[in-house]
């Protein structure tokens, strides 16, 4: 067990194959076979979330959207942008994690049946840059559609700076996964789940927030479609909670082993993503009903508190009220039981899986 001790120690990324490695192997920094074993697994909340990732299996094709596109020819201008701009942030947010996911963080996890749960959460990344997209196509005018890849691009004459700032932010979170030769260490992977955390837990649920206000206006397609990629984020927050965790006990003992230094850093990428995200939403919602600068902040820095509770750190913020965005959330989440389940997909309903996806030391 390494204790308090990271800094100078590289990672290489795991071999493809090795037919001496090891077939028990901890979370990194083990000589794998590379073999997934899902009968005899190292750590079994991988084999649980992997059971509830496939039990939620969905498509975008399933969600009914011909009513939005109705509604949306009705909307005020501001409206109209907003949408656009909403959609543009989590099309592009969501293709740096499928990316991060298979080119960044994997590469270093040896677990294969971690491996494994970590391609099954890319594809689902993947999947929701398919549901935006089929958003874009069937509700947005033409017009409007052909901005929905390019307001981000600091190359485009009219780009949307402000969205451009936001997603810089989001992708330089990965940065430490993409150290030139690979000089990535347990300090790295740590940082790495971090950044999973704050993307799944605060950076996502500040766009779906918005995308459900638009359910309140009528486009209820649209919000339900927010309501099962939300469900989905909810398994990614629990695997990298897990993730971290595991590299915590297996390398360091516990918190307390971890050097401080590194506590400090995803303490300050925590508040620096929390500030981020506060100025994007009052950007994108400015005008807003229910969306008051209190209820925006209060909202996210909650969000910011969960992230630490789930990093075993110490919370950032004291939050005096509930946002009342967080009654937005609990009206459409699937995960908390909202009624968006009822006579949506059917026969495939009651087979949705919420559950406890609180799975450290199983």
Not at 18 to 45: L, Q
Not at 220 to 248: C, P, Q, W, Y
Request: aromatic residues 10%; negative net charge; proline residues 3%.
């Amino acid at each position: 067990m390494v204790v308090n001790k990271i800094k100078g120690g590289k990672m290489k990324p795991k071999k493809l194959f090795n037919s001496t490695g090891n077939s028990k192997c901890e979370i990194i920094g083990c000589d794998t076979d590379g073999v997934i074993d899902f009968v005899h697994p190292t750590h079994k909340w991988a084999k649980a979330l992997w059971d509830v990732m496939l039990s939620n299996t969905w498509f975008p094709s399933e969600v009914d959207v011909g009513q939005d596109k109705r509604i949306f020819e009705n909307l005020p201008e501001e409206d109209k942008q907003r949408y656009l701009r909403c959609l543009s942030q989590l099309i592009v947010n969501d293709s740096i994690q499928t990316n991060q996911l298979m080119d960044g963080y994997n590469r270093y996890i040896t677990d294969p049946l971690v491996n494994a749960v970590i391609a099954r959460q890319a594809f689902e990344e993947a999947l929701h840059s398919q549901s935006y997209a089929r958003l874009g196509e069937e509700i947005l005018p033409p017009h409007l559609a052909e901005y929905l890849y390019q307001l981000h691009k600091t190359n485009v004459k009219e780009y949307d700076k402000e969205l451009a700032e936001k997603n810089q932010a989001v992708a330089d979170m990965f940065a430490p996964l993409y150290k030139e030769g690979d000089d990535v260490n347990e300090e790295n992977l740590l940082l790495g789940a971090g950044a999973n955390q704050v993307l799944e837990r605060m950076v996502f649920p500040s766009g779906f927030v918005t995308m459900w206000a638009f359910g309140e206006k009528g486009m209820v397609g649209s919000a339900k479609m927010i309501s099962f990629i939300e469900r989905d984020e909810d398994t990614h927050v629990a695997l990298f909670k897990n993730i971290f965790r595991t590299i915590i006990r297996e390398k360091f003992g516990s918190m307390e082993n971890v050097p401080e230094y590194i506590k400090h850093q995803l303490l300050d990428l925590i508040k620096r993503m929390t500030d981020v995200e506060i100025k994007w939403t009052k950007v994108l919602t400015k005008g807003m009903l229910g969306f008051s600068d209190k209820a925006i902040e209060s909202y996210i820095q909650s969000k910011a508190n969960e992230i630490c509770k789930n990093l075993m750190l110490p919370e950032l913020y004291k939050i005096d009220v509930i946002s009342p965005l967080k009654s937005l959330e609990e009206k459409w989440s699937l995960i908390k039981g909202a009624s968006t389940r009822t006579a949506f997909f059917e026969n495939k309903v009651a087979d949705y899986a919420k559950g406890d996806l609180d799975f450290d030391d199983i």
